[in-house]
């Protein structure tokens, strides 16, 4: 918790300090020009109100953007499993060990994700002028971190908990990890496996695949990561602005 803490100081920090620039700079600006000219204050105040309808548009369409991004994520991480990982372990081709060593935790990540959605689904559905979906995303770490220190410490000792109370803030981290292993593992068993190699060939063959390898919706995770990040940041701004 104290790391989500800090990060989240850290990011209000530099808001503040650009939204002080901002604002001072176009105090600056506005000073200069009401001392120009007094019939400028009409002009201003219609610019004003464009400029915040404009805004609110943008935000609007940026919030729609995210939940139809997520939802394409959601879709291709359960393509994944529906394809992939369920098969895989109803038909036993490769071990439990290849499979997490192939897949890490990718289904941890699914739900994470499907949380997600569920949550902002509504509030861009109803977006309005004092809308926003950083305290969605923040909330959501928050909760994950507390269950999983009540589950460290349930399941062990003092000491293992304090190891692990950041344990879901590393979920991402253990799958970028993981990811070159897997990706190697992948080509290992396809050379060293036949059946699995049927299997995947059988699998990238169907049409909802879309004509993707597996290589390539293991990789989707990582890409999400900075698309992640960059929600709670912008969000974060426009929530306390």
């Not at 176009?26 to 400028?40: I, N, P, Y």
């Not at 953007?65 to 394409?72: H, N, P, Q, S, V």
């Not at 559905?125 to 959501?140: I, K, R, T």
């Not at 070159?180 to 992948?186: K, M, S, T, W, Y």
């Amino acid at each position: 918790m104290s790391a989500v803490i800090e990060i989240e100081a850290r990011i209000a920090r530099v808001q503040a300090l650009v939204r002080g620039f901002l604002t001072r700079k176009f105090v600056r600006k506005l000073s200069t020009l009401l001392r120009r000219d007094r019939g400028a204050i009409n002009t201003l105040t219609a610019m004003v109100f464009v400029c915040v309808e404009y805004q609110q548009a943008q935000r609007t369409l940026v919030a729609k953007e995210i939940l139809e991004a997520d939802e394409r994520y959601v879709q291709s991480l359960d393509l994944v499993r529906q394809l992939y990982i369920i098969p895989l372990k109803q038909r036993k081709l490769v071990s439990e060990k290849e499979l997490r060593v192939v897949f890490s935790n990718l289904e941890t990540i699914f739900h994470f994700t499907t949380k997600v959605v569920e949550m902002i689904e509504p509030r861009v559905h109803s977006w309005g002028v004092h809308s926003c979906l950083a305290d969605v995303f923040l909330e959501l770490v928050r909760r994950a971190l507390s269950r999983q220190r009540l589950a460290c410490w349930r399941a062990t000792h003092r000491e293992r908990s304090t190891r692990q109370q950041a344990a879901f803030m590393k979920v991402y981290t253990l799958y970028l990890q993981n990811c070159e292993h897997a990706q190697d593992r992948v080509v290992s068993l396809k050379q060293t496996n036949r059946e699995f190699a049927k299997f995947l060939e059988e699998a990238e063959a169907r049409p909802e695949s879309k004509g993707l390898p597996l290589q390539a919706y293991l990789i989707q995770p990582v890409q999400h990561v900075p698309r992640f990040v960059w929600h709670c940041a912008i969000h974060s701004c426009e929530c306390e602005s």
